[in-house]
């Protein structure tokens, strides 16, 4: 309590700050080691600047956070495109034991939580159980509190047949560690999970669309041109960590091959109703070179995190 | 083949682990996070919580990524310290989409994502002399009026 109030009070000053030097490049938010400063505004705003107060954002302002989808989504998308489950993508649970250094864990406890998510959706008991298993481990391994203590042990096993509860239980326990690494100012631990998740969920969907060929997956293979914009983004902010230093070079290798892409407009579409569509109708497509070519760099990339 | 998002929306939030980037937040929202999650049905929530902090009224920007064909439920909420919050929501090119300010609903907006974007939303205090943690928390739900094959 005692830190966050310190905390606060730092950023209440580095907020005055800003406003006497507003050209100055905005508030490092001490709290946060993943704030991504906005771009700061001129001091000198014209009349035809201020009519368009209303219609533009002040980023200048705005302390900026990235999140992508979660792997829940990822594979919600994919199951509504009929794609089978398949083991045979997923990374081994026996490979735990390879995982020693930090970055190693935080990376690994991100895809054993995607593979558990894709097990979840699949109903994938008895596989599911062994991420779980996993999870748990690299948790603990991880010095992360608040989690899968004791309590939560005992819960999973009073509901060890019931995959629904089992999975609600883990959620819980999982924001909780979220919330418990990033109160301990462990943001780029954050950030590496998720990294890590990222990169099993792309792996897992890309070797479906592949085998598949089916449009639907191709294009979710595709649509992660965006969802990793918002991923670089975030994994900028600890680019002094070396680690994600590399894992951004061979993230922004795979964007090299987004970057030629072409936007295609879509049919318009009716939403359900009373409820408003938000988009502007477009995909991306994949030629089956771009798809070999995503395959085999986001394979190279895999094969370095779960090794 | 149709996905029955019905069959677990009794859970709480169904993905393990989707570590979000936020402040080093405050344990005072996880009571507040707890019911906002509770507002989101009917939709799934995507297991994800973002929450950040708010001092003297300077908004906080978080750069979402949606994909398209799923309808979403966005639903904010704050601890009891920072009062009432309102979001705005832009799209990258940095067009204002929603205001909760003019809503009915200022807490939560319900749509349809037609492409994936990734969708720019600003968290307001509606208070500035106050500060504390609020949050922002999604929802999601497949459409009953089309699925992906539409799109």
Known sequence: MLRVKSQILILNILIQMKRIIKNIAVFIASVSLISCGGSGNTATETSADLAEVKTTMDSSSSVIFYNIPSPLETFTILKMSGSSFDKKVLNPTDKISKYVSSFSKAANLGAYSTDLSLCFLYKQNQDFNGYLKNINDLTNALGVDGSYGQQVNKRLQTNSNNLDSLMAIVSEAGINADQYLKENQRNSTVATIAAGGWVEAMYIITNIAEKSQKKDVIGLVGDQKIVLKNLTNMLEQFVSDPEIKSLLVDMKDIASVYDNLQE??????????????????????????????????????????SL | ????????????????????????????????????????????????????????????????????GLNYKFQIGSENALGKVTFKIWDEDKNEIYNSATSADPESWVFYSNSTQNLIIEIYTKDKEKQGCAYLIVGMQQPKNNSIKNL
Request: aromatic share 4%.
């Open chain 1, 264 to 305: 295609k407009k879509g049919t318009p579409i009716t939403s359900d109703k009373d409820i408003i569509s938000v988009g502007n109708n477009t995909s991306y497509e994949l030629s089956k070179e771009q798809l070999n070519s995503i395959l085999e760099k986001i394979t190279l990339l895999r094969n370095k995190i």
């Open chain 2, 1 to 68: 083949m149709k996905l029955q998002l019905k069959n677990i929306l009794s859970i709480v939030s169904l993905t393990l682990l989707s570590f979000t980037i936020s402040t080093s937040s405050v344990a005072q929202c996880k009571s507040a996070v707890k019911e906002g999650i509770k507002k989101l049905a009917p939709y799934t929530h995507n297991g994800q919580v973002n929450n950040v902090t708010l001092i003297l009224g300077e908004p906080s920007e978080i750069h979402l990524s949606l994909y398209k």
